[in-house]
């Protein structure tokens, strides 16, 4: 089966991102409600213990590629889920600092007892005390800023907690081609190519996303994507003293299987980035 639909979106579970599901015009977080990561926190470990996902296969790399951890320096991990990716961290002979909104992430984060490796329940956009009062040799925020309203507060925190010179990767969604609700994928008949539509790009937007479509019974669990355009990702650091060094668009590893429109998926995922990577430093 390939892995586009209808020429649509691509098959497979696949979280590309913590704001994936299915968008819900007509669910709105209420005060009260659960928050979506920690409702599902077993499918998405699930999900990331599961084979080819893009995580293993394209985020985790890279992330560690533009961090490049050391031997006996502490990294912080902000919205850490379930300590995936603070396991390749560690296994680098690094300490890590992890933390979540989500209790029941962190708890299994603890269960992977990683040596040197600490976890904590908190939020992003008001880090807690025990990280603020701690200087770290680099930081990631990996597929969790576009779930995060306040960003700037997410750089102002990690710009005050790294050491200067010291790297802070960031990975979310492509904001230029996977604005939830704003972009698709459509098929020219005449050219025979894959294009992708977008409908809005510079107005920011909070768009809710059902993380549970299909579920009978029970209410439904969402969450929010709060999508912005690159300009204020860049602006938010520049005021927080961070400065980047580097910009990444990672593409999709899949291929699809042969068939009449295999040629132009294949060269659609080549040329449509899924993923936006950023690494700044800490000013001195």
Known sequence: MNRFQHGKKEHGRRPLGRAQGRTAPDQRPRPGQPAGWQNVAKWYSQYLEGPDTYQDKIVFPGVLRLLAPRAGATYLDIACGEGALDEKIAAAKARVVGFDAAPALVERARRRNLPGAEFLTGDAQRFPAAVLNRRFDGAVCVLAIQNIKDMPAVYANAARVLAPGAPFV???????????????????????????????????????????????????????????????????????????????????HHESDPGKRAKAENRAREEFPLFLALRARKMA
């Open 170 to 252: 960031i990975v979310m969604n492509h904001p230029a081609f996977r604005v939830p609700r704003q972009s698709e994928w459509g098929f020219d008949e005449v050219k025979k190519t894959l294009y992708r539509r977008l409908d809005r790009y510079l107005t920011p937007m909070d768009i809710p996303i059902l993380m549970n479509p299909g579920q009978r019974g029970g209410r439904p669990v969402t969450t929010v994507s709060h999508h912005r355009p690159l300009q204020d990702h860049f602006a938010a650091l520049g005021a927080a003293g961070l400065a980047v060094d580097a910009l990444e668009e990672w593409v999709s």
